[in-house]
């Protein structure tokens, strides 16, 4: 009765900073990419045929992959904007690596393993293509990882796919986060050589890099699949991402993603403070992964943070006084 006084009492008073739960949002667009992307319901695609070519022209190489992804998503959910461009542009390599990002998405979403593999090796074509259509660019590799994984691909063609990843980019966190998967599900891969390949990738980049969250992710992946082993890494994994946070401005879009593991990870070590701070610098970005994991994304992101404000509030004396650094 006493806990339920508390949390009654001092609930709206614990993260009342946060976003309101209708402003967040799904694996939202950055601001760019939701203004080129406004037009595409009526078949404009040039605004953002015009920001994938500056992303690639400026070599923005992780703000480029989480347009192709967005974009290859948008695709699947229909309209004919892309079929447009391609036709308009049919040498572009931007819409090269949309269509082949699009293909392998598409096959990985089928309702069996022998017709994901059929469609997967359908993909082929388009992958190569946007890769050769764009030679510096690291996310055509970052998708035929992903293939190569769904393919249960040899060690050894997976070791020639990463090489052409990282001559392009060393630190490019989607093939990082890529190559960390199909390590997952290489039976040749050991506990040891999978988060040894995290922990050697974030020990290479500067601070802010994204690559720092990816012992984290490292970490939740192996807990999630039953890998043992991990335990010992959590903490320190949990600290490097908090690093990474840091650096970020609240509220960022790059960031969201290795933020959304975070608390996953800090509400799972009960550290309820840190990850309502998490709640905080993440702000409306809620992320598909983790949550998909455990629920429909966005519910399971807005459950989760209201579940950390009761269990700070539960924590805090009765008759304290409301709005207390304890917020």
Known sequence: M?????????????GADLPPDDAVLLDAPDDRLAAATARLDDGDFKPVAELLAWTRDAAWWETRDRHVAWLAE?????????????????DSPDVAV????????????????????ALLREAGPLVRDAAEASTGDPVPWRTAITRARGLRAQREDFDGL????????????????SALRFLR????????????????????????????GLPLIAVYESLLSGRPGAASYVDSAITAAQELSAWHSRGD????????VL?????????????????????????????????EPR???LEMRTGVRVQLASGVRLWAKPGGPYT
């Open 162 to 177: 990463w090489a052409q990843a990282v001559a392009r980019s060393p630190h490019h966190f989607g093939c990082h986060v």
């Open 98 to 117: 949309v269509r082949a990002e699009a293909a392998v998405r598409h096959a990985w979403r089928a309702p069996s393993a022998a017709d994901r593999v």
């Open 253 to 260: 879009r790059e960031p969201a993603e290795v933020r959304n």
């Open 299 to 301: 519910r399971e992101f």
């Open 263 to 295: 608390i996953q990870m800090l509400i799972l070590r009960k550290r309820w403070a840190e990850a309502l701070d998490q709640f905080r610098a993440t702000g409306i970005h809620a992320t598909a992964f983790p949550w998909r994991h455990t629920g």
């Open 185 to 212: 599900d290489d039976e040749q891969c050991g506990q040891e050589e999978f988060l040894a390949f995290a922990a050697d990738a974030a020990d290479s980049v500067l601070p802010g890099s994204l690559v720092l």
């Open 2 to 14: 006493v806990a339920m006084s508390r949390m009654l009492r001092h609930v709206p008073h614990i």
């Open 74 to 90: 948008r695709h699947l959910e229909g309209g004919t904007w892309l079929r447009e461009w391609l036709d308009a542009d049919p």
